[in-house]
């Protein structure tokens, strides 16, 4: 019987043979904490009595939730994230850098068949470039910083298999929003997925990581892409760690196959206040918003921003509604930069914020009024996510968000489809 | 000591950001204080109807969503000696073991708000004193069971000097 990604990869980093359902101490290629996570993560690495990071390569911190800081009590975090960076000699991306999700990858440390952890749920996202990557807490990411190792538990896997070219107006975004709504936020609980299919093979691997971040919102362990031509070239103009890609046997086993055909899609929304109440976009045209927000791990690369300028170009904001842009680092600010998109976005009426997670976890950067809705590109919309419980958040593309953002109600995109 | 059930009243997909708010958790570094405010955006009066040594009850998928750590901390620091749940999220799972918060796998349904139970976690059954009724908990895996007697992963990590003794418990198991 053959074998899964997941199997081959856990395998391959614990010297076992190892099949679903088994349970190793593996070897861990990179590791690393947000601002969320990384005070825990200090306190529980000097709890250890451990003195050194087991490669301080490997480790790196991020302050992209809340940053730049809004209270005293997280600048304490932050001037605590600086101080135990310098002590261990260990890597931080601070405040403007960007995104974990985006860094990590873009920075090269990360590549094909490599094993990661994150104190971030949504460190699931390099999956796209055929990385088994996974969030676990503070104290787990502790024990592998200072080991270098943690135990895993195999997990099953199902097989996601994507066909059809996506009509104009339908992204990455909405492709994983119809799976979501189908396998359901717990349908895939301690499970692997892997994706297959025509649909996912003609995405840009910038959109690839959209799918893949969004695996943990049906509860999967990681959500796994094969490596083609455009992984190993995206990973090798960016890292200079050799990529071992990895692919499934053919026999290999798998819990459940799913088969998606997205040629009729429409553009996706989830409607407050769980990730797996989706709607195609036209049943929700009524729906009055006050805020759009563009960008987070899900959604802030150049290629989202660029999608929404594009709608955006020439037009305003619907006077009612706010609109936040938050690139999710600072190299795709400097492209926003010299490409026009900055000029665009505010000449719309849009408020450019710095790289970072911006509004998405509710601490800053556009929290929400009582009963205000908001239109986002973001993985989450719990109730209270954007920082207020009596409000509402839908989830949909970038171009969504700046369709729905002129009209002040939530729009299908396909309206500018000249423009698309 | 006796165990007395605290339903919540949303059962299924109970996220963390439900059980602690990004609101507290970025800038509350005492889980003392992050224990006032569990659940406050799906129940406000929650926190303070919950009583040393309870065991909150809940439904499929407990602890979805972030990997904040602050959950299960909030939970323990708030008195809680167990979480009784349908299914529970990976993170959350994790958490919640690694820092030595127990955690039980078993149909709640027939777990009412206040409901005294007891606990036998060597015979996997959870006694439901006032309904009568005996409810089967699944096993915990070899490995959780490890980290909980140690005390969490911590302890178990300074007491073993890594994971060497989990190695032998896996390959024993």
Request: positive net charge.
């Amino acid at each position: 019987m053959g074998k899964t990604i997941a199997e081959k990869i856990l395998s391959n980093h614990s010297g076992k043979d190892l099949r679903a359902g088994d349970i190793a101490v593996c070897d861990v290629d990179f590791c690393f904490g947000q601002d969320g996570t990384s005070s825990i993560i200090i306190d529980s690495f000097k709890k250890l009595g451990v003195s050194k990071a087991f490669d301080p390569k490997k480790f790196y911190m991020i302050i992209d939730h809340s940053a730049p800081s809004p209270n005293i009590g997280v600048s304490e975090i932050h001037k605590k994230m600086r101080e135990f960076s310098k002590t261990l000699d260990v890597g931080l991306y601070d405040i403007g850098c960007g995104v974990c999700h985006e860094l990590i990858p873009q920075k090269g440390h990360v590549t094909c068949g490599d094993l990661v952890l994150g104190a971030d749920s949504h460190t699931c996202t390099y999956g796209a470039i055929n990385v088994f990557s996974t969030g676990v807490g503070s104290t787990d990411l502790a024990i592998t910083l200072a080991s270098g190792k943690n135990w895993f538990r195999v997990p099953e896997t199902i097989r996601v298999v994507v066909n059809g070219k996506p009509p104009k107006g339908v992204y990455s975004k909405d492709i994983i929003l119809h799976i979501i709504k189908d396998i359901g936020a717990n349908g895939a609980t301690y499970k692997a997925v892997e994706f297959y299919g025509d649909a996912i093979s003609g995405l840009s691997v910038d959109a690839r990581f959209t799918i893949s971040n969004m695996a943990v919102e049906m509860g999967a362990k990681i959500g796994i892409i094969e490596a083609d031509k455009k992984t190993l070239k995206w990973v090798t103009e960016r890292s200079v760690k050799e990529p071992h890609p990895v692919k499934a046997d053919i026999d290999a086993k798998y819990v459940a196959v799913k088969n998606y055909d997205v040629s009729k899609l429409s553009p996706q929304v989830a409607r407050p206040h769980t990730v797996d109440s989706v709607s195609n976009v036209e049943e929700l045209k009524d729906v009055k918003i006050d805020q759009g927000y563009i960008g987070t791990c899900t959604n802030g690369r150049f290629e989202d921003l660029e999608i929404a300028a594009r709608i955006l170009r020439g037009h305003s904001i619907h006077p009612d509604v706010k609109l936040i842009v938050a690139p999710a680092s600072r190299e795709i600010y400097m492209e926003m930069v010299k490409k026009g998109l900055v000029e665009i976005f505010v000449k719309s009426g849009a408020t450019i914020v710095g790289p970072g997670c911006g509004p998405c976890v509710g601490t800053h950067n556009g929290v929400l009024a009582d009963g205000e809705v908001a239109i986002s590109t973001a993985n989450r919309n719990f109730k209270g996510r954007m920082g207020n419980p009596n409000s509402f958040i839908y989830l949909a593309s970038p171009a969504t968000v700046a369709a729905s953002v002129i009209s002040g109600k939530i729009t299908d995109p396909r309206l500018y489809k000249k423009r698309l | 000591m006796k165990h007395f059930a605290r339903r919540l009243k949303v059962q299924d997909n109970v996220n963390t950001d439900y059980v602690i708010s990004g609101r507290y958790k970025f800038k509350i570094q005492d889980p003392k204080e992050l224990a006032k405010h569990i659940f406050e955006d799906i129940d406000p009066t929650f926190a303070a109807r919950v009583g040393k040594g309870d065991i909150l009850v809940a439904g499929e998928n407990f602890g979805c969503g972030s990997s904040r750590e602050q959950a299960p901390q909030a939970l323990k620091q708030a008195g809680f000696y167990a979480v009784a749940a349908k299914s529970f999220a990976r993170i959350f799972y994790r958490n919640a073991f690694n820092i030595g918060l127990l955690l039980v796998e078993c149909n709640t349904d027939f777990i009412d708000d206040g409901d005294e139970l007891e606990l036998d976690i060597e015979k996997g059954k959870l006694k439901n004193k006032g309904k009568g009724l005996i409810l089967d908990i699944k096993p915990i895996p070899p490995v959780m069971k490890k980290l909980l007697e140690d005390g969490g992963v911590v302890e178990h990590f300074k007491k073993h000097g890594g994971f060497s003794r989990l190695n032998q418990t896996l390959d024993n198991a």
